[in-house]
């Protein structure tokens, strides 16, 4: 018997044993089995080309689970390593993050006292290989699996900087990075503190209470606290309880679990009395604000313990468990959903690419808080108060698409070994910017110009030539964008401000400089200090 012809029949074996199992199930299940194997039969045995068992079967699996929600996923063996996620805050690696720029893996940030930072590698470096093998076109999981390890092993890089045109080869060790899920606290003004949270790894309900306990030590009269939790992916749901823990008395419902398996299902209770229980609370938000951060600002909004403030959140709330399917391959798949005490699920039900698309309020659900006040299900945790996102702008979009503002930052820091401190920094070289943006022909298209573009293609195909009109139509667009750039100049300016202390004061550095002039801060800490209103929002 061949090899191809053992492969098969083994497959047949399997499938059948898959069949019996379902059999008592349902009729659907067996009946699809059965196809689903002879046409993987038919396709290994006859087809013209030479297949690869794996790959195939990767392939059908992977168009299987996608057609389910973006969480959940099959992980061959060769992707469990990349995929690991850490929810002690430690790993072992260099300590920085990559994304694929330009068709290369780029370092966008570089944690403190890291392997990443002793090397001297910054964000903007490009990584042209890994170990001698080109990098080019590697995906950030990839790179992940490669330079990820045991502490003390070796990794050789080749690095081009940005702007040059030489790579330079260096040996870093591995080592165990350890990253802080609270990188700032401290007073917006003799009243108002302030405490930054990006994501809920091991310890965050922790660093959270001793953060507001400094804040006290050093403002007995504290008459309110920001909790930042913009742009916090999420993490573990024992540090959400947690975090709400300090806050509400016990034998609060936090949040549920409930899915298919009803035995599986669980109550998550707050289970000490609060350190402040009467503390005035806003919680900023915004669209990348997810899961664990969703469940904390929705717990608070609908026990009307905290006044929610920014945009509309992500809107994750399920649950995944990874379950071992053999061979090493893991199975990421979402098993249940989560409630929070008004009963609603803030899980996003429309996705497209892979993100959720905004859901019209008059088509989601209804619910009340505890004091009666109309919250509504999926879609994210709407905040009480809504902000602008001044981010969402054309220009602002296309200049981080672009990734034009680290890539300034990494130009213009270069041969810089230190910065003044961040209190006293202030970017004040606007042309240089501009300048940039023309030498490394920056543009983006709009909506409008897009459908100018449309409408003269469809006018060339029925012979109409508008192209006099579109030329003024042009025109005023050109000098419209070219008035956004000094519009938008006070945000680009303090964004490029962030990138740049980055560099030097790291994570701490960019969330002090962020609070001088964040005019959703502000509008927090006005809140915080106009009681009557404050009382009123959650009336």
Not at 303 to 326: W, Y
């Amino acid at each position: 018997m061949t090899k191809k012809s053992k492969y098969l029949t083994s497959l047949s074996v399997l499938l059948l044993g898959f069949t019996t199992f379902f059999e008592g199930d349902t009729f659907e299940i067996s009946k699809n089995l059965e196809i689903f194997a002879n046409v993987y039969k038919e396709l290994h045995t006859s087809y013209v080309d030479e297949l690869e068992p794996g790959t195939m079967m990767k392939t059908a699996i992977n168009a299987m689970v996608s057609s389910l929600d973006p969480y959940t996923n099959y992980y061959s063996s060769s992707q469990i390593e990349s995929q690991q996620v850490h929810t002690e805050g430690r790993y072992s690696g260099l300590g920085a993050q990559f994304e694929l720029i330009d068709g290369y893996p780029t370092i966008t940030n570089v944690h403190e006292n890291s392997p990443a930072q002793e090397a001297g590698l910054r964000p903007g470096d490009q990584i042209r290989s890994i170990n001698g093998k080109d990098a080019a076109g590697r995906s950030v999981e990839e790179v992940k699996a490669i330079v990820e390890g045991f502490p003390g092993t070796k990794l050789t890089l080749e690095v081009r900087p940005f702007g040059e045109s030489q790579s330079k080869k260096m040996e870093i060790t591995r080592g165990e990075i350890q990253i802080s899920n609270v990188p700032y606290y401290g007073m917006l003004d003799d009243k108002i503190g302030y405490i930054s949270l990006t994501i809920f790894t091991a310890g965050a309900a922790g660093n959270i209470d001793y953060a507001l306990r400094q804040l006290r030590k050093e403002q007995p009269n504290l008459e309110g606290v920001v909790l930042d939790l913009r742009y916090n992916p999420g993490g573990l749901l024992q540090e959400a309880v947690g975090i709400c823990d300090l806050f509400l008395p016990p034998g609060e419902q936090v949040v549920a679990m409930r899915g298919k398996v009803r035995d599986r299902d669980r109550i998550f209770k707050t289970r000490r009395p609060a350190s402040e229980p009467d503390l005035p609370i806003v919680v900023l938000v915004n669209r990348k604000s997810a899961s664990a951060s969703e469940i904390v600002s929705g717990s608070l909004q609908d026990l009307d313990r905290a006044v929610i403030m920014g945009q509309r959140s992500f809107g994750k709330g399920l649950v995944q468990n990874v379950r071992d399917v053999g061979y090493n391959a893991r199975l990421k798949l979402t098993t249940a959903k989560y409630y929070i005490p008004s009963g609603r699920c803030i899980q996003a039900v429309r996705y497209e690419n892979g993100q959720p698309v905004d859901i019209p309020d008059e088509e989601r659900a209804v619910f009340y808080t505890r004091n009666g006040r109309k919250v509504l299900d999926g879609g994210g945790v709407t905040p009480d108060v809504r902000l602008p996102d001044l981010t969402e702008t054309p220009l602002l979009k296309a200049l981080e698409e672009q990734y034009m503002l680290m890539k300034f930052a990494a130009a213009y820091t270069k041969g810089l070994d230190s910065l003044p401190p961040v209190s006293e920094y202030h970017f004040n070289d606007w042309p240089a910017f501009e300048r940039f943006l023309q030498e490394q022909n920056f543009s983006y298209e709009t909506r409008a110009e897009k459908e100018i573009r449309q409408a003269v293609e469809a006018a060339e195909e029925e012979g109409f030539d508008i192209s006099g009109e579109v030329s003024a139509l042009r025109q005023k667009i050109e000098r419209a964008k070219a008035q956004a750039l000094e519009d938008e100049k006070p945000l680009i300016t303090r964004l490029i401000e962030q990138e740049i202390v980055k560099r030097f004061y790291f994570e701490p550095g960019k969330t002090e400089i962020a609070l001088r002039d964040d005019p959703e801060i502000k509008a927090a800490r006005e809140l915080l200090a106009d009681k009557d209103r404050y009382q009123a929002l959650l009336q």
